[in-house]
């Protein structure tokens, strides 16, 4: 028998506002515990909820940005339960009216090939507290409750764990690249939950649910549904049922286990919040929203592409939002996108996994870099050179003219003196001009590496080239 796998996700977002999604408490990631709090959090009587309009702009730009319908009313609806994470007792969400619906994205298979995924709902609610479980002991940390997250669900579409993997990748390029959310799901910034069934191939019916949450990185959701897929699989061949459960992912293992078994849906008994009225939004400001949205990966792909880049280069830059912002702004210095593109992409970017660090903590500033790069486009350095100085702007953010001077780098560029040694060259080696003439291109580059060594390094290359081609062509 031939299964098929039925897959859906839902994707938590923390958005990266500086305050709550309903108060005025801060939001940061990794303060002391019970710190970003305030009255409002705490569910103290008297206290109101005021909606955090930076969280809608975000939720309208993300909705555009998966084609959603961005509905132009904000409804708020509670959703209770009796549970420590939420003074309140209840949390504030987007039941019965989602700001986006019926959106869909496109993701890359391992073909090639592109495939539609269609997404049900995006809702705006409030987190929830963290909490650290020891074995006689459960402690709170509001510092997370009430701030802004967006749920994002897409429709049953997805087919394997690579799919599932790719979707979710291509979620957090969307949040990220619209500086919605850094993303980090080690963090816990972004969290997904995966509901999975499987049927007979060409069974339209769907199997019974099994629910994987709180997968933390791209790797482990891949992983978590191909096991999950397996493990469902040998059961119903083997005779026995799938059961409605809840499972977690263990690195360790590479396995899914059992954490609860569902037996019937919670009623949270919905209803509109009273304490927050509706709100009309403009026509113009959601425009406003999506027309001052920062660009997407796709657009910055293009727009690569239109600089000379190719495929391969354009996705090595895009791969982080934050090397492609540092990327865009050594543009400005107007070198050469190739070369600006090259240096990128190989030597800060090895500094970068050598060092653990992102590219905002890269030592090197927009401006020296570019300075570097086009003293190598303009030959006042050699490529190797231009490294040796590299490595010394790594200690202390130089600039890269003061330090060529004082390492005596800077390329000798006098056409009399290159012409000097030449000549002198050309004398020692009268056999590497016989087998110029007779076409043996090896013996130019031969001869231009005497001058260089001749020059110790400090002739400029291609001057040097240029020179001693029109030399032999006299001769």
């Known amino acids: 028998m031939e299964f098929e796998p039925v897959i859906g996700l839902e994707i938590h977002v923390e958005m990266k506002t500086k305050s709550k ?144 993997m790719k979707y979710v990748e291509k979620i957090r390029s969307i949040v990220t690249f619209l500086d919605v959310s850094d993303g980090k799901m080690e963090e816990g910034s972004l969290r997904c939950d995966v509901n999975i069934s499987i049927r007979e191939k060409g069974n339209t019916a769907f199997g019974t649910k099994v629910e994987i949450k709180n997968l933390n990185s791209l790797a482990n959701i891949q992983k978590a549904i191909d096991f999950e897929i397996s493990r469902q699989s040998l059961l119903v061949e083997f005779g026995d049922k799938v059961q409605q459960e809840t499972r977690r992912f263990d690195e360790a293992s590479k396995e899914t286990v059992l954490m609860r078994l569902k037996t019937d849906s919670v009623d949270y008994k919905y209803f509109v919040d009273p304490n927050i009225a509706p709100i009309k939004l403009s026509e113009q400001f959601i425009n406003d929203a999506i027309n001052s949205s920062p660009e997407l990966a796709e657009v910055k792909l293009a727009r690569y592409k239109k600089l000379g880049l190719n495929e391969y280069d354009c996705s090595l ?11 865009d702004e050594l543009l400005k210095t107007n070198a050469n996108p190739k070369l600006l593109a090259n240096w990128v992409i190989s030597d800060v970017q090895a500094v970068l996994n050598k060092n653990g660090i992102s590219i905002k903590e890269f030592p090197i500033s927009v401006d020296n870099l570019g300075k570097l790069i086009l003293m190598i486009e303009a030959g006042k350095v050699s490529n190797k050179q231009a490294r040796e100085i590299f490595e010394k702007m790594l200690e202390n953010n130089a600039n890269p003219e003061d330090l060529a001077q004082k390492l005596g780098t800077s390329l000798n560029s006098d056409e009399a003196s290159i012409m000097n040694m030449i000549n002198e060259v050309l004398s020692q080696n009268p056999q590497s001009i016989i087998d110029y003439k007779n076409g043996k291109d090896r013996a130019l580059g031969f001869l231009v590496g005497q001058v260089m060594k001749l020059s110790h390094g400090q002739a400029n290359p291609a001057m040097t080239s240029k020179l001693l081609t029109e030399e032999l062509k006299r001769r």
């Open 21 to 164: 999604m309903f108060s005025s408490g801060r939001v940061a990631f990794g303060d002391d515990p019970n710190t970003n709090v305030v009255a409002v959090d705490m569910a103290f009587p008297g206290t109101m909820p005021v909606v955090n309009k930076q969280a809608v702009i975000n939720a309208i730009r993300v909705c555009h940005a998966m084609n959603m319908t961005i509905d132009d009313e904000l409804w708020f609806d509670r959703k209770n339960y009796f549970y420590s994470d939420l003074p309140k007792g209840y949390q504030i969400t987007q039941q019965f009216r989602p700001i986006g619906s019926n959106g869909y994205i496109d993701i890359d298979l391992e073909d090639g090939s592109k495939k539609r995924i269609n997404i049900e709902r995006l809702h705006m609610e409030e987190d929830t507290c963290k909490q650290l479980h020891s074995w006689d002991v459960s402690l709170l940390d509001y510092n997370r409750a009430g701030i802004p997250l967006i749920e994002i669900v897409s429709k049953p579409e997805l087919r394997s764990g690579y799919e599932a």
């Open 317 to 327: 830059l895009i791969a982080d939002k934050d090397i492609s912002v540092y990327f």
